[in-house]
């Protein structure tokens, strides 16, 4: 267990701390990031992904028409004809214009939407598997009982009260998705409490909200990291599937999911329209999932 | 052991009751009824229909006679499909559903527990980076290209397979694998995830020092561990299998529960979204506890009480 300890000073370091660990040169951090940039597979998709990024963030002010242009001439252009790099839709719109405002969406949708399940699952898992006992059941009551009601049934009610709003999605798929992180992190609670190194901060006198944020939260990095790349293209998908219900971003907004699914419909007709937004949601995502598996093997303490 | 499958008991019942309680309220707080979809009806036909069903009546009163019919166990007329019964609705759709979210989590766990040992087996080497490839590929393309795709190949191009409809087991083996292929993806993700961590383990390398084949350290002492974090997922997981897919239902025009809910809750059929939510509720209520019981028979250190 001497690998749990290699936490605390990380964790501890106060303002007198600094210089010995100046001296040491290494913080546990250190030697993650170090690990991190050596896996090949994690750097590239880190640059794909902050080109990604970047694409979406500024691509849309840089393309020849803007997403919601509508063409009569261009009609089911293939790509590279008329000024199309991508081809047109079936209303003539550029797909490529079309394809940058959608990634942003998604992008902005996987990362909002995963962030607020991240924050509020680990905090609720942690605090139920930490406290036990009659809070612990209170608090995974809770959690039973939203997670009985189906998704679907959320969406259309915020729906049908608040009217199509993209706002509206982030927080549906962010409030259903946290279910599911704060009970693997309960679970993983409840197996971590009993390790010797809680033990031995509870022993040294460290309060349980100190403990839980600076001995169980670091060691859940692991799991919950897998569990966030796996989050993130769920979210997208679930983004994408309420699209192929007609009932997500809304038009001419536009989505990577969207876009697939509408590809999916005139596939035989214009394959362009199903190729391009896959490539790049498969290229989003593969990104995230090899940033996630790099960034588990660099934190994890029990590697070295 | 007993105790505690009584004590979950004692917990689900009123959890069920809250479910409903909480489903009913919201779905009412939304705007819009049944019967003001299409056209507009004249009011005093209106106000008929209502009260053939007994929406003239305050919220609190129809609430208490709902709970009070499904205690019963009637769970109410359909309010759209003339001359059905919600219950008639469900055990049309729940068959058909439940076989093909079966068929296809038992085969996402056979491949997908196969590829995630042999993946972590090989951590970082050719089968490994391969394996993990194609599963992060089975989670990144939505059901509604696969599907799709697969019935352009295997149904049109080659005309093995039927395109749609429910007719004997060989219209099952496209919606089973489109259904199944994305699952595949994460199960054998979170086997490698929890096979890695389990076989750096302490009682690993003892049961490496006894001499054990590594068959039996794998398959015995490892996977026993690896798939906790499986258990967890696959408890919900199910549920949402069992009571259907709307994509595929819609793609392969299977008449499943998926459909009828959805397009209840579209069109206010207050009825048959409530007697689906009950559905659902239970079948995810009775999964987690059999979850919890297969995780405290896997981890000995988690004691159920």
């Given at each position: 267990?001497?690998?749990?300890?290699?936490?605390?000073?990380?964790?501890?370091?106060?303002?007198?701390?600094?210089?010995?660990?100046?001296?040491?040169?290494?913080?546990?951090?250190?030697?993650?990031?170090?690990?991190?940039?050596?896996?090949?597979?994690?750097?590239?998709?880190?640059?794909?992904?902050?080109?990604?990024?970047?694409?979406?963030?500024?691509?849309?002010?840089?393309?020849?028409?803007?997403?919601?242009?509508?063409?009569?001439?261009?009609?089911?252009?293939?790509?590279?004809?008329?000024?199309?790099?991508?081809?047109?839709?079936?209303?003539?719109?550029?797909?490529?214009?079309?394809?940058?405002?959608?990634?942003?969406?998604?992008?902005?949708?996987?990362?909002?939407?995963?962030?607020?399940?991240?924050?509020?699952?680990?905090?609720?898992?942690?605090?139920?598997?930490?406290?036990?006992?009659?809070?612990?059941?209170?608090?995974?009551?809770?959690?039973?009982?939203?997670?009985?009601?189906?998704?679907?049934?959320?969406?259309?009610?915020?729906?049908?009260?608040?009217?199509?709003?993209?706002?509206?999605?982030?927080?549906?798929?962010?409030?259903?998705?946290?279910?599911?992180?704060?009970?693997?992190v309960r679970g993983q609670t409840l197996s971590l409490k009993q390790k010797e190194?809680?033990?031995?901060?509870?022993?040294?006198?460290?309060?349980?909200?100190?403990?839980?944020?600076?001995?169980?939260?670091?060691?859940?990095?692991?799991?919950?990291?897998?569990?966030?790349?796996?989050?993130?293209?769920?979210?997208?998908?679930?983004?994408?599937?309420?699209?192929?219900?007609?009932?997500?971003?809304?038009e001419p907004l536009t989505s990577l999911g969207t876009l697939i699914s509408q590809?999916?419909?005139?596939?035989?007709?214009?394959?362009?329209?199903?190729?391009?937004?896959?490539?790049?949601?498969?290229?989003?995502?593969?990104?995230?999932?090899?940033?996630?598996?790099?960034?588990?093997?660099?934190?994890?303490?029990?590697?070295? | 052991?007993?105790?505690?499958?009584?004590?979950?008991?004692?917990?689900?019942?009123?959890?069920?009751?809250?479910?409903?309680?909480?489903?009913?309220?919201?779905?009412?707080?939304?705007?819009?009824?049944?019967?003001?979809?299409?056209?507009?009806?004249?009011?005093?036909?209106?106000?008929?229909?209502?009260?053939?069903?007994?929406?003239?009546?305050?919220?609190?009163?129809?609430?208490?006679?709902?709970?009070?019919?499904?205690?019963?166990?009637?769970?109410?007329?359909?309010?759209?499909?003339?001359?059905?019964?919600?219950?008639?609705?469900?055990?049309?759709?729940?068959?058909?559903?439940?076989?093909?979210?079966?068929?296809?989590?038992?085969?996402?766990?056979?491949?997908?527990?196969?590829?995630?040992?042999?993946?972590?087996?090989?951590?970082?080497?050719?089968?490994?980076?391969?394996?993990?490839?194609?599963?992060?590929?089975?989670?990144?393309?939505?059901?509604?290209?696969?599907?799709?795709?697969?019935?352009?190949?295997?149904?049109?191009?080659?005309?093995?397979?039927?395109?749609?409809?429910?007719?004997?087991?060989?219209?099952?083996?496209?919606?089973?694998?489109?259904?199944?292929?994305?699952?595949i993806a994460i199960i054998s993700r979170l086997t490698r995830a929890g096979m890695?961590?389990?076989?750096?383990?302490?009682?690993?390398?003892?049961?490496?020092?006894?001499?054990?084949?590594?068959?039996?350290?794998?398959?015995?002492?490892?996977?026993?561990?690896?798939?906790?974090?499986?258990?967890?997922?696959?408890?919900?997981?199910?549920?949402?299998?069992?009571?259907?897919?709307?994509?595929?239902?819609?793609?392969?025009?299977?008449?499943?529960?998926?459909?009828?809910?959805?397009?209840?809750?579209?069109?206010?059929?207050?009825?048959?979204?409530?007697?689906?939510?009950?559905?659902?509720?239970?079948?995810?209520?009775?999964?987690?506890?059999?979850?919890?019981?297969?995780?405290?028979?896997?981890?000995?250190?988690?004691?159920?009480?």
């Open positions: 267990m001497s690998q749990g300890f290699s936490l605390t000073p990380a964790a501890h370091q106060g303002p007198q701390t600094m210089e010995r660990a100046a001296v040491k040169g290494r913080s546990l951090w250190d030697d993650a990031r170090r690990r991190l940039l050596a896996n090949r597979a994690a750097t590239v998709s880190m640059g794909l992904l902050l080109a990604l990024v970047l694409l979406a963030i500024v691509g849309p002010f840089l393309t020849p028409f803007t997403y919601d242009q509508i063409n009569k001439n261009d009609v089911w252009a293939p790509p590279l004809t008329a000024g199309h790099l991508m081809g047109a839709d079936s209303l003539g719109r550029d797909l490529l214009a079309r394809l940058l405002v959608g990634l942003r969406v998604s992008l902005a949708i996987g990362v909002v939407a995963t962030a607020v399940s991240l924050v509020i699952g680990v905090i609720w898992g942690a605090t139920a598997g930490y406290l036990g006992g009659r809070i612990d059941e209170l608090m995974m009551r809770f959690v039973d009982i939203l997670y009985s009601l189906p998704f679907i049934f959320f969406v259309i009610l915020l729906m049908v009260t608040f009217g199509r709003n993209i706002i509206l999605i982030f927080l549906a798929i962010g409030a259903v998705e946290w279910l599911t992180m704060s009970r693997i190194f809680v033990e031995a901060a509870r022993a040294a006198g460290l309060s349980d909200q100190a403990i839980i944020t600076r001995h169980i939260v670091p060691n859940l990095l692991g799991p919950v990291v897998v569990y966030v790349t796996l989050t993130i293209p769920a979210v997208i998908l679930a983004e994408s599937f309420l699209s192929f219900l007609g009932m997500g971003v809304q590809g999916a419909q005139d596939m035989e007709a214009a394959p362009w329209l199903l190729i391009f937004p896959s490539v790049t949601m498969v290229a989003t995502l593969m990104c995230f999932n090899f940033i996630g598996d790099g960034l588990r093997d660099a934190i994890d303490p029990k590697d070295r | 052991m007993f105790r505690f499958l009584l004590r979950r008991l004692m917990v689900a019942v009123p959890t069920l009751f809250l479910v409903v309680t909480a489903a009913f309220f919201m779905m009412r707080a939304a705007p819009g009824n049944p019967f003001d979809s299409d056209r507009k009806l004249p009011p005093e036909v209106e106000r008929s229909i209502m009260a053939k069903y007994g929406m003239d009546r305050p919220l609190g009163e129809q609430y208490v006679a709902y709970v009070s019919n499904v205690l019963h166990g009637d769970l109410g007329p359909s309010l759209k499909y003339k001359d059905k019964s919600v219950a008639e609705l469900i055990s049309e759709g729940l068959p058909t559903s439940a076989t093909i979210g079966l068929s296809a989590l038992t085969l996402a766990c056979l491949v997908g527990i196969g590829l995630g040992i042999i993946a972590a087996l090989r951590q970082n080497q050719m089968i490994d980076n391969v394996t993990m490839a194609i599963a992060v590929l089975g989670v990144c393309i939505p059901t509604f290209v696969t599907a799709p795709l697969l019935v352009l190949v295997f149904a049109a191009k080659l005309g093995w397979l039927p395109t749609a409809g429910l007719n004997g087991i060989r219209s099952l083996i496209l919606p089973v694998t489109v259904l199944a292929l994305p699952q890695i961590e389990v076989l750096r383990s302490n009682y690993i390398r003892t049961a490496r020092a006894k001499g054990l084949s590594e068959a039996r350290i794998v398959l015995r002492h490892g996977l026993r561990a690896a798939i906790l974090p499986l258990v967890s997922y696959l408890g919900p997981a199910c549920a949402g299998l069992l009571t259907g897919s709307l994509v595929i239902e819609k793609i392969f025009s299977l008449p499943g529960l998926g459909k009828s809910f959805v397009i209840g809750a579209l069109q206010r059929d207050y009825m048959v979204v409530m007697g689906v939510v009950i559905v659902y509720a239970g079948l995810i209520l009775l999964l987690n506890l059999l979850a919890d019981i297969a995780y405290a028979m896997l981890d000995p250190r988690v004691r159920l009480s």
